[in-house]
């Protein structure tokens, strides 16, 4: 797999790879939008597989690809990490008589998001503006170049059926998974595994290793904490949700970038800018030449008006059409002068 699912240059080795003893991660480089990681933890005669993907042909490639593995250890538990569709939506291909666990947040949010339909039409709406002029075409040809390379009409959504909330522990093949609900962050039940016997951590999308975050939910107090207590546990392998498999330093390269963007919202939010402002203000700061290579740079303006609305006492960023329909052309705005 030289090249990402949106046909760019790879940075890295996608397929699957082992990353400690039995513990092998689904890479799909370059970790842009909705190209996400998962992972497979193989015991004695069971396994664990940890996320499904966005579609149907990209969850059947990876179950093939996994096969040598699970046709001695059957997949007997899937855990879904959170509730963004690119991770879960690929369920219904898992054999049927596995257990399906997520945190009872993220269920609930499972219910309530926009269904595979609901994305298809998205992106031919978007398909239909993108030769449009001004900020709709941009926003047009943002989104449908987003969701071009998947196929959500073989999408059956089906849920898990297990919940958990705060710890749990799980033994799957003689292998023990240790998970902590760490939500709302990225998103309103984000959750986090640890294979304390191989010493890796999936940290799914409260890790983006050299690809930009994107918080829907936060708080980013939340964010930072859950990021001090995956450095406090006892391993040597990070697994993000999107980027390649990193260790340590990566964690914390996602921790400053964190502080240093909530820093310039407090200054910028106190001055009176808004979060479009504040966003352009911060693409000019010498600091972000660090972070400009990351994948997807312009989803600053995400996380700016995450937290903007956090210090103006207002909710999470609405997920209504509208609502996700400006914002994304304030991504595609923001992309063009960072670009320029
Ligand atoms: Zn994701």
Redesign the pocket.
Known sequence: MNVTLHGAPARFEGGLREVGRGVFVWLQPDGGWGE?NAGLVVGEGASTLIDTLWDQPRAREMLSAMAPHTVVAPIELVINTHS?G??WWGNAEVPDDAAILTSAASLETMHEEAPPAGLARLRKLAGTVRHAPGAAGAMGRYVSDMLAPFDFDGVRLRHPDRTFKGERTEQVGGRELRLTEVGPAHTAGDLVIHVPDAGVVFGA?ILFFGVTPAMWAGPLANWLRALDLLLSLDADVYVP??GDVGGRAEVEALRDYWRWLDAGVRTHHAAGRSAMETARTLIREPQFARYRDWICPERIVMSVTAVHRELSGKGPIPSSPPARARLFAQIAAIKREIER
């Open positions: 996400v963004d690119d991770h999308d949700g999107h």
